[in-house]
């Protein structure tokens, strides 16, 4: 029995599909018989989903990127400090939709910050807390972006030029390619279909060794 839950998370560009596989990853969670909470980031818990609000919403005045950056990480602490690590603790499952890796896509590759600096708030703020799997969904942009569009009115994120995205892409390419043994890399350019049954065979394939352990 292990003492500890496991931290998953899902990542990817807008509109990549992570709500959706995300009811994927529950349904093969629950056949497991594993208890776990859905939380997404920025947000998760009151104070987060406030920052959220800030966050995403539209002002006059243009919001600067450290300020962003130092929001994303301020609703992170509140997240990992009331709901994260207790429900780790306890032994449940945490499955959260985002969480740093997408500061180093969005903030590092998209808008530029430097990343010892994004590395310094994670030591800061998570000490020593990794997630021990990350579902990136990998698609390109320009469709992800079209899927988000159809879906109504953007944010003031998705409202990013497109080249923006694409360097977000890249982030998330190059974290998989360099932390293989944490991240799976999943096409979503594919049908739902298809990707569902991609991201089923590579849980499958993780899960055992999980709880092989
Ligand atoms: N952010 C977040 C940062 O900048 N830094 C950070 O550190 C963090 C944590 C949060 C925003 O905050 C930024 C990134 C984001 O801009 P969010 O709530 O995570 O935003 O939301 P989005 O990325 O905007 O999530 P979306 O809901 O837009 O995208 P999803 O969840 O990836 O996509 P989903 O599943 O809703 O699908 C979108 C549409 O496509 C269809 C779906 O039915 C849906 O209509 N679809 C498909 N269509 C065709 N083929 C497929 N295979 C499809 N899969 C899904």
Redesign the pocket.
């Known amino acids: 029995m292990r003492r500890k839950g496991l931290f998953i998370t899902i990542e ?10 995300i009811r994927v990853i529950e349904e093969f969670l629950s056949e497991w018989k594993l208890d776990y909470i859905l939380t ?3 947000g998760g818990t009151l104070i987060a989903e406030e920052i959220r609000e800030l ?2 919403k539209h002002h006059e005045e243009k919001m600067d990127a450290t300020t ?1 950056l130092l929001l ?1 990480f301020a609703a992170r602490a509140q997240h990992l400090s009331t709901k994260i690590r207790q429900t780790l603790a306890e032994g449940t499952w945490v499955l959260c ?4 890796d ?2 180093y896509a ?2 590092g590759a ?1 808008r530029g910050l430097d990343v010892k600096l994004i590395s310094q708030l994670e030591r800061l703020v998570q000490d020593n807390l990794r997630p021990d799997l990350t579902v990136i ?1 990998d698609l390109d942009p320009s469709v ?1 972006l079209e ?2 569009r ?2 109504g009115q953007l ?1 003031r ?2 409202s990013q030029k497109l080249e923006f995205f694409q360097r977000v892409r890249e982030g998330y390419q190059n974290i998989a390619s360099r932390e293989g043994d944490r991240c799976l890399l999943i096409d ?5 279909e298809t ?1 569902r049954q991609s991201l089923r065979a590579a849980l499958e394939n993780r899960m055992q060794a999980f709880l092989g352990e």
Do not use: W
């Not at 979503?188 to 739902?192: E, F, G, H, I």
């Open positions: 990817g560009v807008e509109g990549a599909g992570k709500s959706t596989n997404r980031e920025p966050l995403l962003e994303i939709d985002r969480f740093t997408a500061t969005y903030q998209g969904f992800g899927r988000a159809q879906r944010d994120i998705e979503a350019s594919q049908t739902r990707v």
